[in-house]
Each structure stands twice: as C-alpha cells, then as structure tokens.
C-alpha cells in the first residue's frame, strides 16, 4: 500500500511502492532513496521504534602508511569523553564512533607496505611474487557482498584516490597488485578501484552501454536528471508531503554532486599543465576530491545501490603532497621519520586530515534520514590501516575506528583496549556477524571484539 499524508491524518491506499524502484530515462536508471511509501505500515515491514528499517551497509576506509600512535590513542581508557589530537575532527560523531587500540595483523609480515595494504581486509598472508602467479584470500568486504550485496544493482563498489598504473615489483619482491587493490573476490582475482568521479557516477546512475554511449548521452543532455523529468513529476504527484521532500533532497544532492564533477572537468580543461598523478577530470584539491567520492558513497547507499563499499584514501608509500594543510613534503619519505619530532608532526598533521574528511561524511550519513532513524544508523565503517609505526613497518597496534549504528546494535562513544594484541581477523568477524553474514572463523580469527555492541558498563 502507498501511504499519503493530508494534514494530520494518514490515508492508506492499496498500492505499495517497490523497495527497488527505479527511474528510467535515456541512458539513466535512477535508484531512489527509502521512502515511507516503500514500507507497509500494515505489515511486520514498517518503521517503528520497537522494529526499525534494517537496511545494512558495510564500508571499509583504508588510511595508508601507519600512524603516529602518540597523537592517536585516545587517553581514556574505556570512553571518548575526551579525544586524542589526530581524532578531534569526529567531536560531533563520536558518539557513533569507537576507537579500538592493540590490534594486529600477523599475516602482514615480514613488514612491507604491500602486505600492510594486502592483509587489511584478507588478514592473509600475500604470496611473495614479482610476477602474476600472486596469491592472497578473498577479502571481508567481499565475503559481504556475496550475501548482503547480490540483491542491489552493484554487489560491491571499489573506490580510491589515486590514478593506480603501477605494475611489476612494488616493495620488496611483492607484486605491485597487492598496494594496488583493497578488494579480492578470492585469492587471485583482485578488484581494481576507481578514481575517476564521473566514471564511479556513471555506474551508480547508468543505465547499461558502452562507456562512451553513457558518456555522450550525459553531454547531450547536460544532465543525468534532466531524462527522468516527467517521471520525476509523475512519482511526486503518489507521494505523500515527506516522501516528496526526502525525495527533492536526494535529487538536490545528486544534482550537486553532478555539478561539482562537471566543474572539476571543466577546470582540467582550463589548466595548461596536466598533473599525471591525478585522473582528467578529478578536484584539483585533494581534498575536493575526497569529499566527492564520499559523497558518491553516500548517493550509492541512500539509493540502496550498493550496501559494500571500500575506499582507499591513498595507496601505500604514495608520495603525494598536502600543501593545503601545510604539508608539502612526500609522505611516504615522512613516514620514515627516523624519530625526528618534525616529521613526526607532519606525519600526524596527514593523519588528522584524513580523519577529518571521515568525520564530514559520517556527519552527513547521520544528517541523512531513512527509515526510523539516519544512513549512519543502517551502517558499519570500519576505517584504518594495515602498518601501524610507519617508521619501522610494523604491523601491530593498529589505528582502527568503527563507526556506525548497525541498526541501533553499536555502542558507540567509546575506547576499547586489549591488554594484548588481539587479532583484526576477530573484529572483520565481528562486523560480518553483525551485518547478517554469519561465520564461525575467518582467516586467523581467535573469537570477537566483545564489548563493541554490547552496552558500555562504567
């Protein structure tokens, strides 16, 4: 049944709009948000406080090379009542948010930054080769997708920063294959990333062809909404006053984000000077750049477009600069500090602006609501890195963060510290669990994070 409000009653009609209901158009397919009207209110399906919505997303964050533990840890040793330095940005969120100190990655040694990215989301031990015959494990992500991800448009969607060419020898007599790629669909086949915003909008919002016919069917007409207009109006005209609403603000932000990629091609069309490093089209900032492939994740969860997402902020021993932070020296040649107290500072600084690009998404997911409650309480991020002291490429006491509500099951607002190193292989499983994906082990799991969605006793 389709449900339209009229003043302060509610009329309950004898249709109901389908969860996976799309708007076509000429070279579109157009998801749409959750809407009240894709809910029964008659039904064991409707959003009430005792059973709400249950849409489960699950999102990986990859920080790369390490960071500067000292600045990291937060200093209480159970709640964030009080943040650490590197960790203030998530003020606004952190009661979604819980910082867990003294994981590991044992299958990440001998200690390079290829392992340290391979073993993030596999918790395997990466085959050492130079050549194609390279060996891993399938991915957590991936496990995820396999169950909570075949009845969306994408199982999985990958996503980085970085334009990844790289091939041959990477470090060390490993695979340039392992810093390249976060996702793997089983031990040999990896899951290249995209860094390209326009052409991670295209599979989100296309509708089938050749790159290029989608390509020349967005410039022909200057929109991907303009296509879908009529139907835009004729579905308005069934939807309550709230649906109507949460429906022009999902369009808004897809119009925006459409925007801002145009004008980022735009501004590469007006520079003289190509940057090899960075793909044609994308924000010349970094941190434009970011914020866009965030926002195209949050686009792809809100539409129910994909509910397993992995993203790589940078690619292990990338050399980029951050002179809009103040930081114009490489920072992978930081991350070798040598104990020196101003890299160190500057290594901290790189990790503090990542975070704070985390914490502006999870403000938006939170801001953005579904169902009973907001996007950040229907999902899981797990964000952080495989290399925890950069300087001597360890790979223990791991910066880790969860965020998220996980359909009102995560206590957030908390610090939870294992007096010994505890396997990150056990929190994979944990989140695995949580998201309906049921397993007795995974890779060299020894249990669970216990205390992470039970309520906090102090």
């Not at 209901?21 to 064991?44: E, H, Q, Y």
């Not at 990291?72 to 948010?97: F, I, M, N, Y």
């Not at 089938?208 to 308005?236: C, F, M, P």
């Not at 290594?347 to 801001?367: G, R």
Request: net charge negative.
């Amino acid at each position: 049944m389709v449900t339209a409000e009229k003043g302060s009653q509610m009329i309950v009609t004898k249709k109901s709009l389908p969860r996976r209901t799309f708007l076509r158009g000429m070279g579109t397919s157009l998801a749409l948000p959750l809407l009240d009207a894709m809910i029964p209110s008659m039904t064991a399906l409707a959003s009430t406080p005792a059973n709400p919505v249950q849409l489960r997303r699950l999102g990986f964050v990859y920080m790369p090379m390490g960071c500067d533990v000292s600045r990291w840890t937060p200093p209480g040793e159970q709640t964030l009542d009080e943040l650490s330095p590197t960790l203030q940005p998530l003020s606004r969120v952190k009661q979604q948010v819980t910082a867990i100190t003294n994981m590991e990655l044992q299958n990440a040694y001998p200690g390079t930054h290829a392992t340290s990215n391979a073993a993030f989301l596999s918790a395997a031990e990466a085959k050492r080769t130079e050549s194609s015959d390279y060996y891993l494990g399938t991915t957590v992500d991936q496990i995820a997708a396999q169950q909570i991800g075949q009845s969306t448009q994408l199982p999985s969607l990958e996503m980085s920063m970085d334009l990844l060419s790289v091939v041959g020898q990477c470090d060390n007599g490993y695979a340039c294959v392992y810093q390249n790629n976060l996702s793997w669909s089983s031990p040999t086949t990896p899951l290249p990333a995209e860094a390209h915003p326009r052409i991670v909008f295209e599979s989100l919002f296309g509708a089938g062809g050749s790159a290029a016919d989608r390509q020349a069917a967005i410039k022909k007409r200057a929109s991907l909404l303009d296509s879908v207009t009529a139907e835009i109006t004729r579905l308005q005209n069934t939807l309550g006053p709230q649906d109507r609403n949460k429906v022009d603000q999902y369009l808004q932000t897809i119009r925006e984000v459409e925007r801002r990629i145009q004008r980022a091609e735009v501004d590469v069309a007006e520079n003289p000077l190509p940057d090899l490093d960075r793909p044609v089209g994308v924000p010349v900032a970094y941190a434009d750049h970011a914020r866009l492939m965030f926002d195209l994740q949050l686009l792809a969860m809100q539409g129910d477009i994909t509910r397993v997402i992995t993203f790589q902020l940078a690619r292990e021993t990338s050399n980029r600069t951050y002179p809009e932070i103040g930081v114009n020296d490489p920072h992978h040649p930081l991350t070798h500090h040598g104990n020196n107290p101003k890299k160190i500072a500057k290594v901290a600084k790189i990790n503090q602006f990542h975070v704070s690009l985390f914490a502006e998404f999870l403000e938006k997911l939170q801001n953005t609501p579904e169902g009973n409650g907001s996007l950040l309480d229907h999902s899981l991020y797990l964000y952080g890195s495989g290399m925890g002291n950069p300087n001597v490429h360890d790979h223990t006491n791991l910066p880790i963060l969860v965020a998220g509500g996980a359909a009102g099951n995560m206590q957030g607002g908390r610090h939870i510290k294992f007096n010994h190193p505890k396997p990150l292989a056990d929190l994979h499983l944990t989140l695995l669990n949580k998201v309906g994906v049921k397993l007795d082990s995974f890779a060299d799991s020894q249990g669970h994070v216990e205390g992470l969605f039970e309520p906090l006793d102090v």
